[in-house]
């Protein structure tokens, strides 16, 4: 089962479809970014990319992450977005606008 499939059977064995409105979808994952964001706030960049080597801490970055991508499905499944293909679409656009010989090690 794909992770799109699985979200949406979860949503409706639920029956939170009433609920999952595109604005109510699209809140719950801001939320889900703030409660990740919450994990590196006050941290160092090289404390920030030491996070792997702490394994709860790791599993509790990942369960926000995770959390966030489920909403992101969630939100695909309401308003009937191939999100693979979009993702698919959206990164040839960022190849186009961010060539590898302009852009390789700086960022505008």
């Known amino acids: 089962m794909d992770l799109r499939e699985m979200v949406r ?3 409706d064995e639920r ?3 009433t609920f999952h409105a595109p604005k109510n979808v ?5 939320v889900e970014v703030a409660e990740l ?3 590196f706030q006050w941290l160092t960049i090289d404390e920030s990319r030491a996070i792997p080597s702490d394994a709860e801490k790791l599993q509790e970055v990942g369960e926000e992450l995770a ?3 489920c909403y992101g499905m969630a939100l695909a499944n309401t308003l009937g977005i191939d999100i693979s293909e979009t993702m698919r679409q959206k990164m040839e656009k960022n190849r186009r606008k961010y060539p590898v010989e ?6 505008e």
């Open 9 to 11: 059977q979860f949503v």
């Open 15 to 17: 029956d939170w479809e």
């Open 26 to 30: 699209s809140m719950a994952m801001a």
């Open 37 to 39: 964001m919450e994990h």
């Open 67 to 69: 959390d966030i991508l």
């Open 102 to 107: 302009k852009y390789k090690g700086r960022f």
